[in-house]
């Protein structure tokens, strides 16, 4: 499996940086859906010994990772965009009501330099799907804020017991669209 | 059986275990046959007790875990059979309530019931077997592998136990409460 070979690339600095600071915060566990820019990120979670867990859909992620917190583990979601609006059942009816403080790490589709015109409506809800359900989500755009966006979502999920997500955006290096 | 019947069997066949129970019937039997005891139980998020399971399963490798789902409740989350093929979780086994109805909803009949031995059968991994009895279910549990699958036939309809709408702040706190203390044990 490519994701467990330590001779796997983690090619961006700032993929480098999100899994250096969910090991540092404890977090042991990773459930995804695959996505390309999160390959760099996963990659890197592996090498630190991080266990990794591919599911097939997006509320598996969530289920996975809410069981995981409570027996006291500390584990997260990644996924891309397009799939969250799989994960909203689990996250309605599980992450917010039980205060699991799932961190969420989305890889944004469907908004600036998207080409695909499917992805677009998808990319549109991200946020305000995360409003309504009280899930703070924050957009990271550079490298050199990556590091202080996810500390601090896990600081909310891990010590506010609040799920919170980071979007990471089109602007960040290796993305497929054209921004 | 009813579904108070095989939540009891389980409770008296593997004491130490802990359950993670799906939203509805399952929730219901096991808050009545274990009295509200520290379990992982699940009041919504349909599709989500299997997934969950597994996520407690892999953080306490040193524990038996128990999903007690119902047929629809498993039916939403197929894909997880083959998440624990590729995975192979040891210390999970999978029960399914298998009434053949949504009993939360009302008792609509599942358009297809059944079917989930078959299905964790053709991944190669899970071991699974239908059962139609407690003595079934006793034999199961001690002569099936790890990761299981085993498919509880329901033929006693009415509901099993209390409302399956807990608070979930209790059943985190009591839970938590539970794998603390078997933390400690190990220690």
New interface residues.
Partial sequence: MILENDAAECPHDWQQIIAATLHERGVT?A?YVPDTRLDGILVRLGQLGT?L?????E???????????????R?AALFQSSGLGNAV??L???AV????GVPLIISMRGTLGEANPSQIPGGRIVVPILDALGIQSFMVRRADEVGQVVAGVLTLCFDAHESAAVLLGPELEGCRERA | MNARDVAVALLRLMPDSIFVSSLGTATSALRAASHDGPHFYLGGAMGSALPAAMGVADALPQASVVALVGDGELLMSTGMLWSLSAYRPRNLIVVVLANGVYGITGGQPLPLPGGFVQAAESLGVIAARRVASEEGVREALAELGRPALIEAKVDQDGWPGPSPFVDPAAVRVAFRTRVDALAERRV
């Fill in positions: 566990a459930a266990s867990r591919s599911l097939s859909r509320e598996e992620c969530i289920g996975y990772a809410c069981g995981q917190l409570m027996a006291g583990a584990a059942n689990a309605a009816g599980l009501p039980y205060r699991l």
